[in-house]
């Protein structure tokens, strides 16, 4: 799938934002997903970012993001506000570093 240059430029913030953890994108659903050690931590689509939602996502965002999905039928995540990463990049990150905490570790591939 192809990902537009404006989630393309996203989601390239978005993970240099999250440096100096092991944060990656690929290409998924129409949009990107991102990466936080291995673990699908959330969406970049149609110019916005998602963080799943779990607890710790909705202590770090409540009152700052919406819940809302990233795509239609998707489960909510976390909407985060536009241009967060550009004027709150840390509160963005505590917050992805947070959510990314208390999802369950990748499943091996089998060989």
Not at 10 to 33: K, T, Y
Not at 36 to 51: S, Y
Not at 73 to 97: C, F, M, Q, T, Y
Request: with cysteine; aromatic share 8%; net charge neutral.
């Amino acid at each position: 799938m192809s990902v537009d240059a404006a989630d393309r430029q996203l989601a390239e913030d978005l993970v240099e934002a999250l440096q100096p953890a092991a944060a990656r994108w690929r290409a998924m659903f129409g949009g990107a997903c991102f990466y936080l050690d291995d673990k699908p931590t959330g969406l970049i689509n149609d110019g916005a970012v998602f963080v799943k939602d779990t607890p710790a996502a909705a202590e770090a965002l409540h009152g700052w993001a919406r819940l809302a999905p990233a795509y239609p039928g998707a489960k909510d995540s976390w909407r985060l506000p536009a241009a967060a990463i550009a004027h709150e990049p840390e509160r963005v990150r505590a917050a992805v570093l947070a959510a990314a905490a208390q999802l369950p570790a990748p499943r091996p591939r089998p060989r």
